[in-house]
């Protein structure tokens, strides 16, 4: 029998019980659906996160607090507070072929007006070199000034969900909002930035970081150094650390260029992605353990129509692939299967979160396609060796 006949074979004996194959199949398509969307929603990921890094530059090296890259988890997302404000101004003077730094401190709290309000807003609070550095344009008005900064003026400038939310769309230059219980006067409007990941990049204001030490924010969550050129951003960054060392242990704050930023985001995607994929590869492993045993019913209930094959001159091969096609079928059509829902839940997820595009290879089609057919190799072996070395004289009578 050549490969084309047992295809053919195969595919009428499966469709002869189509209930029972697709519960057989189940398994598989839940396996493969799941690591297709799982990676193409984390390839989307890291590409809204490059592009989140290219729009800043690729001229800008970041310093955190405390050690983000250790084995045991980056001690600034806990609370290590290591850095100062004034650690700007000590980098700002020693270091040399840099346009300029800048700290920053990021939190959210409430942005009211009169009877509305906004329960998250994004406040940043910073130097008035910040919008040198960072390009967020300013459409409207001007950004705060090294004067209103250094004397911690109660000024914002906000982006466009606070026109929208709290000023009716109006125009909110001169006007004032409300952030921690204090007033602030608007005195410049940013430029609308849209949703990353389904946070509203609107929302954000930013402040002189003076103004708003009464209430808690005194350290920085990071310091931002612009190169002058892009080629010196190494010995700025190791001319940082130096610095730095001088006052802190080495765990008490990183300095990261755009590649180790994005080299730390590749460690922490593959990290969870491998875990999850490994999840979802259990739903492949019982989809597989259920083709084996359905194989094997299947070998029982066809006893005699082996037995008359083989009494016809059907060899043992002639029989063993005939199943082991079975089985592979079964897993190629569910793992293709799989990966037109995985696609289309990738694409769901793209339209929930614009912001987030969900990508798929098609390498990695091709690999979970093939991955599918192993498994069908794998978990038919067995069934269909069994049938391959059933006794055609046993097998007729056979009830």
């Not at 195969?10 to 799982?38: C, E, H, Q």
């Not at 242990?249 to 992605?273: M, N, P, R």
């Not at 590869?281 to 094997?296: C, F, H, Q, R, T």
Request: proline share 3%; charged share 15%; hydrophobic share 50%.
């Amino acid at each position: 029998m050549n490969i084309l006949t047992s295809f053919r074979v195969a595919f009428r004996a499966l469709l002869s019980n189509k209930l029972r194959s697709f519960l057989t199949m189940l398994g598989v398509i839940i396996g493969v659906s799941s690591v297709i969307t799982l990676i193409s929603i984390g390839a989307g990921l890291k590409q809204t996160i490059v592009g989140q890094l290219n729009q800043f530059g690729s001229d800008l090296i970041y310093v955190m607090p405390g050690d983000v890259a250790r084995p045991g988890g980056p001690t600034g997302a806990l609370g290590f507070k290591s850095l100062k404000f004034s650690d700007a101004d000590l980098l700002s003077q020693q270091l040399t072929g840099v346009k300029g730094v800048v700290p920053m401190a990021e939190t959210f709290a409430a942005i009211t007006r009169k009877d509305k309000k906004i329960k998250l807003g994004d406040i940043i609070s910073t130097t008035a070199n910040y919008s040198l550095i960072v390009e967020d344009n300013v459409i409207a008005g001007t950004f705060f000034s090294e004067s209103q900064a250094n004397a911690g003026a109660a000024v914002v400038v906000a982006g466009q969900t606070i026109r929208q939310e709290l000023f009716n769309g109006q125009d909110p230059i001169g006007k004032q909002i409300t952030i921690a219980n204090k007033k602030f006067t608007v005195v410049g409007e940013l430029e609308k930035m849209g949703a990353t990941f389904g946070v509203d990049q609107d929302s954000r204001v930013y402040v002189p970081f003076k103004s708003l030490q009464s209430s808690g924010i005194s350290n920085p969550t990071s310091i931002i150094i612009k190169a002058n050129n892009s080629a010196d951003i190494p010995q700025i960054a190791d001319a940082a650390k130096r610095i730095l060392r001088q006052h802190y242990s080495a765990e008490g704050f990183s300095v990261l260029t755009q590649e180790e930023t994005l080299a730390i985001v590749d460690t922490v995607l593959g990290a969870v992605s491998s875990a999850l994929v490994g999840i979802a590869a259990i739903s492949l492993l019982v989809g597989g353990i259920g083709i084996s045993n359905i194989m094997l019913v299947s070998i029982t209930e066809r006893t005699r129509e082996i037995g008359l094959r083989k009494a016809l001159g059907a060899k043992p091969r002639d029989i063993l692939y005939q199943f082991l096609v079975e089985a592979i079928v079964l897993t190629l059509v569910g793992g293709l299967i799989g990966v037109a829902i995985g696609y289309l839940a990738g694409f769901a997820v793209g339209v929930a979160i614009p912001s987030l595009k969900p990508s798929i290879s098609v390498g990695t089609i091709v690999l979970a396609a093939g991955f599918s057919a192993l498994v069908g190799i794998i978990f038919g072996v067995f069934p269909a060796l069994r049938a391959a070395k059933l006794d055609p004289i046993e097998a007729l009578r056979y009830e």
